[in-house]
């Protein structure tokens, strides 16, 4: 059997409808902004590998310094045990996170760091036995896989055969101008009438709904009102951290900060898995106690694991370096610009950007969602041009590498272009 075969044989791929899939491309190689398939065709990853990779592929910096730590320790448990490479990344990522947040809890992943946020939020309240079950989340949100993450996610195709199962979530409006009055009104009721644990948001863009994007001015009404009102606040980050909305984290955007942040998905460049969920001191100090059933009882075998703490921190460095802030700065003003150079195409619904984010919502016959029809022709159209997109729905979206080169970008648009216009016939 040759490879197609045998992966047809024994792989089940993820988000794949399996009556219709079509045969997946198999990659060799990939290196800076591209993919190489078995064939030697050339791909742009015009999507960063669903928005892990900050620095391009098989990145020589964050390469070698994997290598080393490969050759010095792979792997070690994190209970009763720590190692440099996992105090450095929290030393680290503190000094760009918030300054309330204070300590750094490891995981494997963006839906084990929202799991994580949620449970820290939930015995937060019961180490002080206070009895706070409800989260309020917004519409249209999506924070993982897990039970959690999908309990407060919206209730859709995503989870609708687990829904009997998930715990109970208000979900509000995201917030714009006409309706954060109304919006501030819900969450003082919710609030005084419930026992309200916590709040949780991805923070100025809503990635798997579509990019939806909304005012970070609306965001930091809600947050102040939950400070007042002692209900902790949760920032998913996992798709808007290290750069990809224009600043370091969406929440720099904030004035009033989170009570717990999570992070994933660009944390390592795109090399290892790795969760990380972030918190304010007095989460933390809610766990101190001389009762031992006040204890976190959470951890994965990978918890920090070594190897993947030293992809972070070379990934780190580079998010550092200046050449990088440009490069962000560069693909947020290119954005812009085709932004307002196609804004009027009839073949668009809605097109919105934040940074090195660029949506393009499409006119279709079906409404919006992850299941409209016109995400195969999108992604068969820039496939056979060369150029990885994958659409949500009838939305489709640029999110390059920040190595990705302005001919590249130029290369994304123009055949955008030509995609609207051949579309529109």
């Known amino acids: 059997m040759n490879l197609s075969e045998k992966d047809r044989n024994f792989v089940w791929h993820p988000f794949t409808h399996l009556k219709s899939q079509a045969q997946p491309v198999i990659i060799e190689r990939a290196e800076g ?39 010095k320790m792979e792997h070690v448990m994190f209970s009763g045990f720590t190692h440099q490479p996992a105090i450095e990344l929290a030393e680290r990522l503190i000094q760009h996170l918030p300054d309330n947040q204070s300590k750094i809890f490891y995981s494997d992943n963006g839906s084990t760091a929202v799991e994580v946020a949620l449970k820290m939020a939930l015995q937060y309240w019961h180490n002080k036995s206070e009895d706070k079950p409800l989260f309020i989340a917004f519409e249209n949100a999506y924070h993982g896989d897990t039970f959690g993450g999908m ?100 929440t720099d955007y904030l004035s009033n900060k989170p009570d717990i942040v999570c992070l994933s998905k660009g944390l390592t460049g795109g090399y290892m898995p790795l969760g990380v969920t972030s918190c304010a001191g007095f989460v933390y100090e809610a766990f101190i106690s001389d009762d031992k059933t006040k204890t976190f009882f959470h951890g994965h075998s990978y918890t920090a694991n070594p190897t993947a703490c030293s992809a972070a921190i070379a990934s780190m460095d580079l998010m550092e370096k200046k050449e990088t802030t440009e490069s962000i700065e560069r693909i947020s003003k290119s954005h812009a610009d085709f932004l307002q150079k196609i804004k009027t195409h009839k073949r668009i619904k809605d097109i919105r ?73």
């Open 33 to 71: 902004s591209y993919y190489y398939d078995d064939k030697g065709k050339q791909y742009i990853d015009a999507i960063s590998s669903w928005w892990v990779n900050l620095h391009g592929h098989s990145n020589p910096y964050i390469s070698k310094k994997v290598a080393e730590q490969v050759h």
């Open 151 to 250: 309990s407060v996610g919206e209730r859709n195709v995503f989870n609708n055969a687990f829904e009997k199962l998930l715990f109970d979530v208000v979900h509000v409006p995201v917030p714009n101008n006409g309706n954060i009055q109304f919006l501030l009104k819900e969450f003082d009721k919710l609030i005084q009438n419930h026992a309200v644990a916590g709040f949780i948001f991805e923070p100025l863009v809503q990635g798997a709904a579509g990019m939806l994007m909304y005012d970070a001015e609306y965001l930091d009404l809600i947050i102040a009102l939950c400070k007042k009102n002692n209900v902790i606040t949760i920032a998913d980050e996992v798709m808007t951290g290290f750069g990809r909305t224009g600043r370091f984290f969406a």
């Open 353 to 425: 950007q934040r940074g090195t984010i660029l949506a393009i919502e499409l006119v279709t016959d079906e409404e919006t969602s992850y299941l409209n029809n016109a995400a195969e022709t999108i992604s068969n159209y820039f496939m056979q041009k060369g150029i990885l997109l994958r659409p949500l729905g009838n939305v489709f979206y640029v999110l390059p590498p920040y190595c990705i080169s302005t001919t590249d970008l130029q290369r994304i648009y123009s055949v955008i272009e030509s995609f609207l216009e051949e579309s529109a016939t």
